[in-house]
Structure formats: structure tokens, C-alpha cells
């Protein structure tokens, strides 16, 4: 079942090609799942979570969460999300357990949750007797992640939850949301941190200037990414011209450089019997899949230039 | 209309309720003490020719009378700016100020409708406006149970009297609340809510003090507050239909117009 699903999403604040914000999202969600929603800051990662939450009314398309349409049942829909907003802001009069009781009274839902995610994040009772204002900008992101999970949420949408917490917390919360994932919560995590998508989530899709680019599973999407392989020489370079998956081969000085992909069989194949020292191997980074999205083209890619979907992704892809 | 958010308004304005308050109280006391004290030098004043005539009646009051110097009390700067408080300061601030500081963000992620959240501020406005008026009426009650005069103040119509001036600061209220649903910044709320009284106020005072000037009068919201009548047990329903009107307009137009805005993210 869908948790998510958005078909033609779009979002247009004028009429000008600049104020297209989001044009023709369309994604799936499924349930039990960590879905990564990545891109730089503008590609239109926070249109796409207000629309769907409906403190924006999309321009075209349309969307259903948890089943309910985001404009008719925005409401109902909203009584089953924990919502994590980007640079939360509070009400800083109040203490953090004043705060926190008065947002679970504003959910209508118990905060059963909230006691282990306190305990998680090592915020301890003195800590949320203090006012809000007084916090640092890790304990306020602490408070906003226990104010979007406490109420045990079907579906959490989180914009850039780990900002401001340290390498220790992130672990911790990173754990905290594989749990989320076993119990069946859906996680929709949005992020321009990639090491942290490629780290939590299941599937990953990709926007950039307001466009889907990629919708995949992680691993699928390394396996298709290249690695940077170097090799150290005795003597002569093996001959890997032709051979399937290598590309950018380059020999000086006694290496060899080439980038590879997909199945390692062939390549291997082709240096069996050199005259190899040593060999590097890179492990294909959701950054450079990222980067290289982002990298090949000014402008937007058309619909055509969209990298194909497997089978396995069970997702679709809009340009 | 949502309980939980109502409750939660409730404590984050109730201190500044009750500081607005005591101080209605008190001026309310201060103008019978005050009648009760100078009504004759005023009166001598006037009488003396020391003032045009024209002073006496701002506000649609006099100095001559009890009930004529609480119409002018009622009125007065003091008294308008303390109602102001939460009629502009309260209801300007209560979504577009939410939304500006980013706090909105976090409120219409709940299971709230926006025209139950919009409806919800409209009902904490017209609470914390009926205190206000009440504060300022029971302080006029005291003032003149303090002087002896309830008898010629006409208590009994003292409710009338805070009626009418309720509605005058709902008005108010209601057009505030209107441009912070439709504003994503503080300052232009504010600004649009507050020129819109004090245009009014201008007219009212201008047209009291001016007769060539009275044909203005009919565009002041001030003009439908008679407290002077409203005493007397002969208020004009004509002016509660109008403020009536008013609010009925400025409500209706803000649960058309919030929620099919979109609203912006926090800056």
C-alpha cells in the first residue's frame, strides 16, 4: 500500500518560469518504509512536504496520503503524521514539557512514545523543566523530533531532522528510526545530507530546480553508480579498452585509472595476469550518484533524459 | 473551533489580560472621581469661554454630566489604547505574528482546520476584548459607588454600555484578525489594523470638533459607541447593526480568504 502517492504533483506561485516551485511529482510511499527525499536547498524538497501536509494548494496534480486526499481530508490526514519541520521554531516562553504536552493536546493523540524518545535523546527531566529559549539549537531539534514522534505517528515526514545534532545523537536517532521502520512506521526523510540518506533509508528520490530526476532503491542506484578503480603496475597496463562497465581509462607513471560499473566480472577478468601491485577500488557513494544528477546539466532534464526505473523499485518516475 | 489551542492561548495571554485589565479597572474608577471632583471648574470653564464649546462634546460626550464624562472616558485615548492591546495587538498578531516567527508551521501540522484555528483566534479575541470592556465597565461602577452617584449614572444600563463597546473593539478585532489571515508578516497586519482605527478615530474626533467636518463622523466605527445613551437605557440599535455588520463581514471574508491561502514558510 501506498502511504504516499502523488501524481503530476505541481506547485506554480506566479506565472514566470522562475516561480515554478514543483512540476509533476510523481511518487509512491510505501508503507514500512524510510523514503529519502533528496536535493539542494530550492529543488523543491519543502514545497513538496507542504503540499502534501496542505499548507500549500498544489497548481496541478494531486495527492493522497495515508489514503485521504491532501486537500478533502487534510485534516484527518494530519491526526496520523508526525511533522518535523526544517529549522523548527517554538513558542520559547513555555518549557519543554509544557511545550510538548501542549502539542500533544493540540495532536488529540496520547504521547506514548514521548518517554523512550526522551530517554533516546538524552533529554533528561531538569533539562525539559527549563524554557525553550534558553536551548541550544541541538536540544531544540531534540524537542522537535520528540514533539513529531511522540504521539506514535503512522507516518512521520521529517525535513532535515539531524541538524544540529552531534555525530553520537544522530546514531542514536538513525537507530531509533530503524526501530520506527520495524514496527511498521513510514518515514519520509528529507535530506541534503546524503551520507545520512544513504545510511537510513530504503528507497531515495531525487529533485532538482523543482523536477523529479531519480527515484530508486539505494542499492539499486550504487550498483548503478561508477567506481573509481586504481591500479598499481610492474609492467605493462592490461588491456581494458572495450571491455563491459570500464570507462575513462587512463595509464601514466606506472597506474591505471578507469571507472566502473555494474557487474566487477568482466573487469576482472580483463586484469587476470597482470602485473599488479596493488589495487584501490572505491566504493560507489550515494554522493557521486547524487552529484552526478546534478552535475551533467544546466538546465532541467527533460522528461525523456530520466534514468529508467527497475522493475524492483516499483516506483515511477516523472520528468 | 479547537479546545486544546483555545486553552493554550488562554495561558500564553492570560497575565497580560489581567495587567490590561487592572488598569481598565482603574480608569474607569478615575472618571466619576474625577466628575465627582472638577465637574463645577469644568463647567466654569466652558461657561467662561476659555474653550470652544466644541471640547466639551469629544466623543460624543460632555463634562456637565456623569454619564457624559464616562462617554468621553470611554473614548479616550487611554482607554482605546488599553482596549487596543488585544481588539489590533492580540488579534494582528494571532496567525500572521504565529506564522512570521514560525510557530504556525508547527500549529497546522495538528489535526486542526484552518478555519477552526481562524475560528479559534476569533473566539480568544472576543473574550479577551469582553474582559477588557468588562474591566473598564465595573471600574466605572466602582468609581461611582465610590462618589455615591450610581443612581445618576445609571447602573442599570451599564451592561448596554459594555455591550456597545465590546462590539466597537470587535469590530476592530474582527478587521485585525482579518489582514493577519491574509498576511504573512507582522508588520503589515499591524499596520493595516492600526491605520484603520486611528483613520476612524480621526474622523470621529474631527467631525466632533469641527461641524463642517460631522458629515465624517458616519465613516468612524467610533460613531456607533453612544455611551452617553447607552446610560440613559436609549441606545441606538442602528448602531449595533452596523458594528454588527462590520464583524459579521470581516469574519465571513477571513474563513473565505485563510484557508485557500497558501501559507509560506517561516523566514
Request: glycine share 10%; net charge negative.
Amino acid at each position: 500500500m501506498a502511504v504516499i502517492e502523488t501524481r503530476g504533483l505541481g506547485k506554480r506561485y506566479g506565472r514566470s518560469v522562475e516561480s515554478l516551485a514543483l512540476s509533476d511529482l510523481t511518487i509512491d510511499v510505501r508503507e514500512g518504509e524510510i523514503f529519502g527525499f533528496l536535493g539542494p536547498n530550492g529543488a523543491g524538497k519543502s514545497t513538496t512536504i507542504r503540499l502534501l501536509l496542505g499548507f500549500l494548494h498544489a497548481t496541478t496534480g494531486g495527492a493522497t496520503v495515508l489514503g485521504g486526499d491532501i486537500e478533502r481530508d487534510s485534516v484527518a490526514i494530519r491526526r496520523r503524521v508526525g511533522y518535523l519541520p526544517g529549522g523548527i521554531a517554538f513558542w520559547d516562553g513555555l518549557t519543554g514539557e509544557r511545550l510538548l504536552d501542549e502539542l500533544a493536546d493540540l495532536s488529540g493523540r496520547p504521547p506514548v512514545r514521548r518517554a523512550e524518545l526522551t530517554d533516546r535523546l538524552e533529554l533528561s527531566a531538569a533539562t525539559l523543566r527549563r524554557p525553550v529559549r534558553d536551548y541550544s539549537r541541538g536540544m531544540r531539534q531534540k524537542v522537535g523530533i520528540v514533539q513529531a514522534l511522540q504521539h506514535d505517528p503512522e507516518l512521520a515526514i521529517l525535513d532535515e531532522p539531524t541538524e544540529g545534532l552531534d555525530p553520537l545523537m544522530q546514531r542514536a536517532f538513525y537507530e531509533y528510526l530503524d526501530e520506527l521502520r520495524a514496527a511498521g512506521r513510514t518515514i519520509f526523510f528529507s535530506s541534503h545530507i546524503l551520507s545520512e540518506v544513504e545510511r537510513v533509508c530504503d528507497r531515495v528520490a531525487i529533485v532538482r530546480a523543482g523536477r523529479l530526476v531519480a527515484l530508486e532503491e539505494i542499492p539499486a542506484l550504487l550498483a548503478r553508480r561508477k567506481r573509481n578503480v586504481e591500479l598499481r603496475l610492474a609492467g605493462p597496463a592490461p588491456a581494458l579498452a572495450g571491455v563491459a562497465g570500464v570507462s575513462d581509462v587512463r595509464v601514466a607513471d606506472g597506474r591505471l585509472w578507469c571507472r566502473l560499473e555494474g557487474d566487477v566480472g568482466p573487469f576482472l577478468a580483463a586484469i587476470a595476469g597482470a602485473p599488479i601491485t596493488d589495487m584501490t577500488i572505491e566504493p560507489a557513494r550515494l554522493e557521486e550518484a547524487f552529484l552526478e544528477f546534478y552535475e551533467t546539466e544546466d538546465e532541467p532534464p527533460p522528461p525523456p533524459a530520466v534514468p529508467p526505473v527497475p522493475a524492483a523499485a516499483g516506483g515511477s518516475v516523472s520528468g | 473551533m479547537n479546545r486544546a489551542l483555545l486553552a493554550h492561548t488562554w495561558r500564553a495571554y492570560r497575565w497580560r489580560l489581567l495587567i490590561v485589565s487592572v488598569a481598565l479597572v482603574g480608569w474607569g474608577t478615575v472618571l466619576p472621581v474625577v466628575f465627582d471632583s472638577f465637574g463645577n471648574q469644568f463647567q466654569g470653564l466652558f461657561d467662561s469661554g476659555a474653550f470652544p464649546k466644541q471640547f466639551s462634546q469629544f466623543g460624543g460626550g460632555d463634562f456637565f454630566s456623569l454619564s457624559g464624562s464616562v462617554a468621553i472616558g470611554f473614548v479616550h485615548p487611554l482607554a482605546v489604547g488599553l482596549n487596543l492591546v488585544f481588539a489590533v495587538g492580540y488579534a494582528a498578531s494571532a496567525i500572521a505574528g504565529e506564522r512570521q516567527a514560525g510557530t504556525l508551521e508547527v500549529l497546522l501540522a495538528r489535526p486542526i482546520s484552518r478555519r477552526g484555528t481562524y475560528l479559534t483566534f476569533a473566539l480568544a479575541a472576543t473574550i479577551f476584548v469582553a474582559v477588557t470592556n468588562a474591566a473598564l465597565t465595573i471600574g466605572t461602577f466602582l468609581g461611582a459607588v465610590i462618589t455615591g452617584r450610581t443612581a445618576e449614572l445609571g447602573a442599570g444600563n451599564l451592561p448596554i454600555l459594555w455591550l456597545n463597546g465590546s462590539m466597537l473593539f470587535w469590530a476592530f478585532a474582527a478587521v485585525a484578525l482579518l489582514a493577519s489571515a491574509a498576511s504573512d508578516r507582522l508588520s503589515p497586519a499591524i499596520g493595516i489594523s492600526l491605520a484603520f482605527v486611528l483613520v476612524s478615530y480621526f474622523l470621529e474626533v474631527l467631525g466632533s470638533l469641527w461641524p463642517d467636518a460631522a458629515f465624517l463622523q458616519p465613516y468612524s466605527l467610533f460613531h456607533y459607541v453612544d455611551a452617553k445613551a447607552d446610560l440613559a437605557g436609549l441606545p441606538h440599535p442602528g448602531d449595533f447593526v452596523v458594528l454588527a455588520t462590520v464583524i459579521i463581514v470581516a469574519v465571513t471574508a477571513a474563513l473565505v480568504v485563510f484557508p485557500r491561502r497558501d501559507i509560506a514558510a517561516p523566514t
